[in-house]
């Protein structure tokens, strides 16, 4: 009865090879989120779906990007990975958008780059 | 410059005694704390929250204080059980900030002995 679904779970790419990471939910919930989790640091959002409406976080590199082609999936695209964008990235979904919206996350891909 | 900060790394306590996990902010727009919890290989789960409004959450073994004048909340569970150890992430939501964005703390590991 998993939730959120991210795949791979470990993403081993090449510097500067582009890699997508997957993440699907069965919530039928409206916003969907990437986080990226460096070691031993706070998760750090680096963008959003509100619906179909993107929301980019100022300080995300524009290396990242994110494609959400229905309501079940969203992708994020890294689309030349450096050394410095290993770490975990999560998924979360929320129903909607609100200050008091709880976000449900998904287990994490960890993302080596050689 | 972290607006969450969570200075314990990590925590041990004795089977049956109380935690109390700590953190402090700095942006006075928050509006809205939450605490999740992590366990290894799955994504953080939602524990409890509080409005900027209250001082204090309880729900079961879980109880969350707010102190709006120092900017500090903590997360008491009483009694712990080894099945709490974990990590634990404080996070707080901007009234002015962007749509859903969650700002973390970079987490405290708990552990609880038998």
């Known amino acids: 009865d998993a939730m959120v679904i991210q795949n791979p779970r470990y993403q081993v790419t090449q510097f500067g090879k582009p890699v997508t990471l997957s993440c699907s939910q069965t919530?039928?919930?409206?916003?969907m989120y990437w986080y990226q989790q460096k070691s031993s640091q706070a998760p750090k959002l680096l963008f959003h779906?509100?619906?179909?409406?993107?929301?980019n976080e100022a300080d995300t590199p524009d290396n990242f990007q994110s494609r959400r082609p229905n309501t079940s999936f969203c992708f994020l695209d890294i689309r030349s990975p450096g050394l410095g964008d290993a770490a975990m990235y999560l998924c979360?979904?929320?129903?909607?958008?609100?200050?008091?919206?709880?976000?449900?996350f998904g287990p994490g891909t960890r993302l080596l780059v050689l | 410059d972290q607006q969450v900060k969570q200075n314990s790394p990590s925590l041990s306590v004795q089977e049956g005694r109380i935690s109390i996990l700590n953190c402090d902010y700095t942006?006075?727009?928050?509006?809205?704390f939450l605490w999740y919890k992590k366990y290894p290989a799955e994504g953080p789960t939602f524990l409890i929250s509080i409005s900027s409004i209250k001082d204090k959450n309880e729900d079961g073994r879980f109880t969350v204080f707010l102190n709006k004048s120092a900017k500090h909340l903590s997360l008491h569970i009483v009694p712990s059980q080894p099945g709490d150890s974990a990590v634990y992430f404080c996070?707080?939501?901007?009234?002015?900030?962007?749509?859903?964005?969650?700002?973390f703390g970079k987490g405290t590991k708990l552990s609880v002995k038998p």
């Open positions: 919530l039928n919930h409206n916003v």
């Open positions: 942006n006075s727009m928050f509006d809205y």
């Open positions: 979360a979904t929320s129903r909607d958008a609100g200050l008091i919206e709880t976000q449900y």
């Open positions: 779906y509100y619906d179909k409406d993107f929301n």
């Open positions: 996070a707080a939501r901007d009234r002015g900030g962007s749509q859903g964005n969650l700002i």
